[in-house]
């Protein structure tokens, strides 16, 4: 830890709230932070002896405005092995292309959470690994909102995606675990527009991202002077999203005490805030979210098992990207397709070789960390196709990439060969089609049995053989 505590940051933002949480979010990770509120001060700053000991920089793009990529070049230009990492409000791509190719480290949009930001810090400044493309740029594009945008015919997404299109149509509450970057945000959103409730209430709230003093209130809600500094009422999230639906992302990061409060609730139907002599009856829909197994954590006593068994009644399991790695050509055709409609881009190509040294790498950062990947290379890219020459870094760490001894097989939707070259059995084929179809029309059972030519009746004992006929 003795390096880490020398790291410095120097926080170029003119905002004292904003200033005074980034200063704090960094110290927990050994940082000392130098805070300046304009541009010239940052400039002037890095040929004095504590800019020579800078590790990074954060700039509030709100500070120089529509010059901020102008700073950051000049920034770059004077200390070129700095990393920059921009806030911003704007979730404009033309932007971030922008920002990129005047040499910012990453791209963040606010608000961001917390442990998101800190991430962002940890990828820039970790030496261990070449960085470069592989640091994840935190926003670039709208969220997808249906099923049909989220690409994949490995079995077990396949399985998480019939599902979730299943329960979308339901109204229990729902649990998806996965690892940071599989695409539980993005699937949230899928089954939120294509549930009876798409046209309610909707709140996500991040619980890292909520101050632990705060959480309380923030879910449950307050009666004016029920603590000090209570100087209002408060409603809180589940009584705000009543008659719609509730996302708790990083549930996990619950405190067991609010923990017990939500099992009741949710036991119950009622909501007490902070301070009340009663308490509402709420019809609120949770969604929750965790990047670790939950049942791991009752194992060990850091997680109820009342919530889980309240919140579990649909358990939903997004594998990471290693674990499905013959979908990485389908979804980075996917990405660059998406990417080359944004302002300041154009469509491109990627050679055979490009997608092998992809489909090699594991992908801790999982679909995310492939999507930023993806935009860095289509920003530099000169040519009309990716190479492996667009991915230095990866070449680095992954090495030279062997053409495999069959051709690469690739289908729209279902895999028809083993990895020995045989056929795979008539059973596994059409148990895939019958997930790819489910997906493909958001868990509308009849649109699906139609298009299958059975009878809804075949196509549930099907989904009973295929192990998800519990799905509320």
Request: proline content about 5%; aromatic content about 4%.
């Amino acid at each position: 830890m003795a390096e880490a505590e020398q790291r410095l940051l120097m926080l170029i933002d003119d905002e004292p709230a904003q200033s005074r949480l980034i200063s704090a979010l960094a110290g927990r990770e050994g940082w000392r932070t130098l805070v300046v509120s304009d541009s010239e001060t940052a400039i002037a700053t890095l040929g004095t002896r504590q800019g020579m000991q800078l590790s990074a920089i954060i700039l509030d793009q709100w500070v120089p405005g529509d010059r901020a990529c102008e700073l950051i070049a000049e920034l770059k230009e004077r200390r070129p092995a700095l990393p920059i990492l921009m806030l911003t409000t704007s979730t404009s791509p033309q932007l971030a292309v922008e920002a990129m190719r005047a040499g910012a480290t990453d791209y963040l949009v606010k608000p961001v959470a917390p442990d998101r930001l800190m991430q962002a810090m940890r990828n820039a400044t970790t030496r261990e690994t070449p960085q470069d493309e592989l640091t994840p740029l935190a926003e670039k594009f709208d969220a997808d909102l249906d099923f049909d945008a989220m690409v994949g015919t490995a079995t077990p997404f396949r399985d998480a995606l019939a599902k979730a299109a299943k329960a979308a149509r339901g109204h229990g509450h729902v649990l998806i675990e996965g690892e940071s970057g599989t695409g539980k945000e993005m699937l949230v959103r899928a089954m939120h527009a294509a549930s009876p409730r798409a046209k309610t209430a909707f709140r996500m709230l991040n619980i890292a991202g909520v101050p632990a003093s705060s959480l309380e209130s923030v879910l449950f809600g307050h009666e004016k002077g029920a603590f000090p500094g209570a100087f209002d009422q408060q409603v809180g999230a589940l009584q705000h999203c009543d008659g719609g639906t509730l996302v708790l992302d990083e549930i996990d990061r619950l405190s067991m005490d609010l923990q017990d409060r939500l099992a009741e609730v949710i036991e119950t139907g009622q909501v007490k805030p902070l301070g009340a002599q009663y308490a509402f009856k709420v019809d609120v829909r949770i969604i929750a979210a965790s990047n670790l197994p939950l049942a791991d954590l009752v194992a060990t006593g850091h997680f109820r098992e009342s919530l889980l068994s309240a919140l579990s009644r649909t358990s939903i399991l997004l594998p990471p990207l290693r674990q499905r790695s013959e979908d990485v050509p389908a979804l980075t055709r996917h990405f660059l397709g998406r990417i080359g409609d944004q302002p300041g881009l154009r469509p491109l190509g990627i050679t055979d070789d490009a997608l092998r040294l992809l489909s090699a790498f594991e992908w801790p950062g999982n679909v995310r960390q492939l999507q930023a990947v993806l935009f860095r290379a289509a920003v530099f890219c000169d040519g009309d196709a990716l190479t492996t020459e667009d991915f230095p870094q990866l070449k680095e760490i992954v090495g030279e990439c062997e053409a495999p001894a069959t051709p690469m097989r690739e289908s729209a939707g279902v895999q028809l060969y083993c990895e020995d070259g045989n056929l795979r059995s008539l059973e596994d084929i059409e148990a895939d089609v019958i997930r790819l179809a489910i997906g493909h029309y958001r868990g509308r059972m009849t649109e699906v049995a139609r298009r299958l030519g059975i009878g809804r009746s075949t196509l549930y004992r099907k989904l009973s053989d295929l192990g998800i006929d519990n799905a509320a």
